[in-house]
C-alpha cells in the first residue's frame, strides 16, 4: 500500500465510500442523523410498492428518494434496461469479444480518466475501473460518432455503483442517446442549447440574478456545462446527486434545469455580491460540497 492509497483509507467517507472533505465532515453527520430515520419511512414505502404494485403518485415518492437498496431496481426499469437486455441478450459481450484485439481511437483519454475516476470505491470492488473501461470502451465501439467525452466516465461510474457492468452499459446509452441528447459531442450542440433555455428561465424566474449576471459579464455557461454534462456528479455531494438522479430518471431533462434554479436560488444573497467569474466558481464549489439532502 503506497502513501496515496494510505491516505485514501484513512480519510472520512460517506455511505457509499466516497471521500468527504475534512469542511464536509459536519455537516455530513448532521444530514446522516436524519437520513438514518428517513431512510427507514422509505424502505418501508418501497416494500409496500413492490408488494402491492400499486404505484400511486411516483413523483411524491421518488421526490423523497429512492432508498440505496432499491435504486439499481427501480434504475434499471426507469432506464428501459430489461427490455434491452431481452431485445439484445448477447450485444454488449460481443462487442467486447469483437474488438477484443483491437484499440478504439479515444483509448489513450479514457485510460486517462479512468485512473482517476472515483479512486475509492476500488477498496469496496477491485474490478471497478476495469468494469468502467470495458464501459466506456465498449461504447465508444457502438457508437464511433460520439466514441468517448470527457464526464461520460462519470456517468457510468455512478451507474456501476448501483447497476453490474452490461446494465451499466445499457444505462450510459440511454443518458448519451435518449436523455442527454448532443451533449457529449465535440460541438457540444446539446449543451449549448440548453444553457440558452436555461438562460432564458433564470430571467422569468429569478430576474434579479439574471440582471446581476448581465450587469457583471458573468459566463453562465461555466456553471452550466459542467453541471449539465456531469449530471452534478462532483459538484454535489453523492446522495444529492443520487436523489437529483432518481428524478432525472423519472421526469427526463426538465428536472436539470429545476435543479440548476434551485441551486442558485439557494445561493442567490451571496451570488448577488460577487463581481467576477472567478468569484463565481470559488463560491459556488465551496457553497455546493455543503448541500448534503435527502429530499430533493
Not at 455557461?221 to 438522479?245: C, D, H, M, N
Not at 442567490?268 to 463565481?280: I, R, S, T, W, Y
Request: one cysteine or more.
Amino acid at each position: 500500500v503506497n502513501h496515496y492509497d494510505e491516505e485514501i483509507l484513512k480519510a472520512s467517507k460517506d455511505m457509499y465510500g466516497f471521500i468527504l472533505e475534512e469542511s464536509q465532515v459536519p455537516a455530513y453527520e448532521v444530514f446522516f442523523a436524519g437520513w438514518v430515520e428517513h431512510l427507514q419511512k422509505q424502505n418501508a414505502a418501497f416494500e409496500n410498492l413492490l408488494q402491492s404494485h400499486y404505484f400511486g403518485d411516483l413523483v411524491v415518492l421518488f421526490s423523497s428518494g429512492i432508498p440505496p437498496n432499491y435504486r439499481g431496481q427501480f434504475w434499471k426499469i426507469l432506464l428501459g434496461i430489461p427490455g434491452k437486455l431481452s431485445c439484445f441478450p448477447h450485444y454488449y459481450q460481443n462487442i467486447l469479444d469483437t474488438h477484443k484485439n483491437e484499440t478504439p481511437q479515444s483509448s489513450l483519454q479514457i485510460e486517462k480518466d479512468i485512473m482517476r475516476t472515483f479512486i475509492s470505491q476500488t477498496l469496496k470492488n477491485k474490478n471497478f475501473h476495469n468494469s468502467l473501461r470495458n464501459v466506456l470502451i465498449a461504447y465508444a465501439w457502438r457508437n464511433p460518432t460520439i466514441g468517448y467525452c470527457q464526464s461520460m466516465n462519470l456517468i457510468a461510474g455512478v451507474l456501476l455503483i448501483f447497476l453490474n457492468e452490461e446494465e451499466s452499459f445499457w444505462g450510459l446509452c440511454y443518458i448519451v442517446e435518449e436523455l442527454c441528447t448532443m451533449y457529449y459531442i465535440p460541438s457540444m450542440t446539446g449543451i449549448l442549447v440548453d444553457t440558452s433555455v436555461f438562460e432564458y428561465y433564470l430571467t422569468e424566474y429569478l430576474p434579479e440574478l439574471s440582471k446581476h449576471f448581465r450587469d457583471k459579464s458573468f459566463n453562465l455557461s461555466l456553471l452550466t456545462s459542467r453541471w449539465f454534462l456531469r449530471l452534478f456528479v462532483k459538484t454535489l455531494p453523492s446522495e444529492t446527486v443520487f436523489r437529483i438522479w432518481d428524478l432525472f430518471f423519472f421526469r427526463g431533462p426538465p428536472l436539470l434545469f429545476e435543479t440548476a434554479l434551485s441551486i442558485l436560488k439557494l445561493c442567490q444573497a451571496g451570488l448577488l455580491k460577487l463581481n467576477d467569474d472567478v468569484e463565481l466558481a470559488c463560491y459556488m464549489d465551496a457553497k455546493m460540497k455543503s448541500y448534503f439532502s435527502y429530499d430533493v
